[in-house]
C-alpha cells in the first residue's frame, strides 16, 4: 500500500493490492503468524508472498477492492477500516530482502530480527512499529514468544508412588495395570509384583535377594 500521513494525522491508502496465496505448504499454522509480502512495487506485477518463511504461491481469483483505506486518529484512538486487534509487528525495508533473510525472521522465538541478519536488516529498516502491546508482565518486560508450550490432554497417564527414601511403591501404566513394590527397613528392594502376576493363584511374587548378605 502507498500512503501518507497528513495533518489532521489521518494515513490515506492511495493504491490497494489484494493476493490470494495457497497455504497447503505451511500448514499447520502456528500461534503467530509472520506473512511477507515484497515486490518492485503494487503496479508493476505480483507480490511474492512469504508466510512463516516459506515462499507460497499465488493463487487466481483474488478478490475485488473496494475498502476505504483510511485510519484516523480520534480522541479515544485510532479507527481502523478492518479488525488489527491481532497485528503485533509491522516493518517496512527500504529493499528487498532474501529468501534466507525472511525464513531466518521468521524462526525467532520472540518476533524479532534474526540476530544472523541484525546488522544488514537495521540499516535496511524504514520502520518497525509494535501493536497491541500485551500486559506487563515480570520486570516490566512486554516480550512476547511466537512458541507457547504445550500440554497434550493425555487420558492415558501414567502415575507412580514413593516411599520416604524415594523408592517407587507403585506403578500404575494404561497398558500394564498395577506394580506394587516391598522394600525392607533400610530401603532395599526385596519383593515386587506386576499387574500379570496379581491373577495368578497363589498370588505369585517376584522376590529379589539383591543386597543380602551373610
Known sequence: MLWGIDKFKSIDFAISKHLVADLQAVLPLRQWTHVV????????????????????????????????????????????????????HFRLYNRLLSGAEIAANAAVPCLGLSPAYDSVLNGALSYWGRYNLPAVGTGGSTVEMQYSAVYPGHTLATSYGYQSLNGITQQRTPDAGVSSYWYDRLGRLVTSQNGEQVGLQGGIVIRSMMHRGE
Request: charged share 5%; glycine share 20%; hydrophobic share 35%.
Open 37 to 88: 509480502l515484497q515486490g518492485q512495487g503494487l503496479n508493476s506485477g505480483d507480490l511474492a508472498v512469504y508466510v512463516n518463511g516459506v515462499l507460497c504461491p499465488l493463487s487466481a481469483g483474488a478478490p475485488a477492492g473496494g475498502c476505504g483505506w483510511t485510519l484516523t486518529n480520534t480522541g479515544s484512538g485510532f479507527i481502523y477500516p478492518e479488525n488489527l486487534s491481532t497485528l503485533k
